[in-house]
């Protein structure tokens, strides 16, 4: 759950998430090795690719995902999902007694249980690619007992500019890639859970206004109306699902329902971004970081040439953009038009650059074996052997 600092209920669930997690402190002394507690804004990303892994395979881990949204908790539960509520002191007693907290975007109050409990606490991030980031970005994460990167060169950012020590930062891959690196995903199962027809599929994916609050989501001041009138046309003449996927951080306001080719699809209401991508045939976005997990499909990406709204600089640099920038409307429907339905076009272009780019953000781990990496570390850092 992203917490909105002017919302009073937020600050209501932290109090008493606060209150709970210190009268069930002393539960601590139970601990149990193989409890595993995920904790972020969504069960997504990293934090899925790892539940989904534990469950599919069987292992002999109990896992789940702890909120304190109770109408996200109630919507796990519907799906049948393993949740736990930073409201019930009976959950909080079974966070308590975690062997590891695996995070993936801050912790609130759960710091308590790092600063007076032996549970291990590791970060596996969501995303991370263009924007730049300091140590101070990462202090919160600097107690951590370690933090799981997707490359060697990112391991690199993380102890030489972020404050993190040597020890602390393993690579491992990034888990939510692992499924689109293997093809792992059925097409018409995808198409069929979100109702979409089978067709070639655009979709438009921009970050939000990040460190730049005036900013829009739409990129060469077009008008929202001109904007999706334009990708109509794109959609009917390509005959393709044009899917606007708007990030977590910029709500789900935009309701526009009379086009018959395009489709409003927000990651606060559909968060597994990776079946999305893997349906996807050309990617337009500008420094998202959706780019990077949708590098791995090499497939046919379009940058937004708007300016980066990053205050702190870059991560990976703008020569890391493997594809075509477009400057206006235009450029960007005429390379739609040029590369929707030419792929060996596009990587005839583009594939050293994106060969530049894979080494940078995943190095050797471009394998589809991250989740592998995160069970072996799990019981290196729990120290479990098979036999357990």
Known sequence: ?????????????????LLIIIITLPVSVLRTKKNLILYGHKLNGNLSALYDFVNDQNLNFDIFFLTMDPRYYRQLKEEGKNVLHMGSVSDMARV????????????????LYRLFTSIRFIDVWHGLSYKGFDAQTFKHLHGHDETWVQSETMREFYVNKFGFSENQVKVTGYGR??????????????????RLPDRKTILLAPTWTQDDKNRSILPFGVSLEAFFDAMEEVGKKKSATVIFRTHLNSGDSINV????????????????????????DLLVTDWSSIATDYLVLKRPTLFLDVPAPFAKGFTLGPEHRFGEI????????????????????????????????LSASYGSTIDGKARERYLLHLKRILNITDKC
């Open 177 to 194: 890639a692992d499924r689109l690196i293997l093809g792992q995903y059925d097409r018409s199962a995808i198409l069929e859970k979100y």
């Open 1 to 17: 759950m992203k917490i909105d600092k002017g919302n009073s209920k937020h600050w209501i669930y932290l109090l008493r998430s």
């Open 96 to 111: 308590a007694r975690a062997g590891a907290i695996i995070t993936d975007h801050g912790m609130h109050t759960l710091i």
């Open 257 to 280: 329902d009379h086009y018959d080719h395009i489709r409003v699809m927000p990651s606060s209401l559909y968060p597994v971004a990776e079946e999305f991508l893997f349906i996807t």
């Open 326 to 357: 477009v400057t206006s409307m235009d450029e960007m429907i005429k390379s739609i038009d040029t590369y929707i339905n030419d792929q060996p076009l596009f990587l005839s272009k583009y594939e050293q650059k994106m060969i530049h780019t």
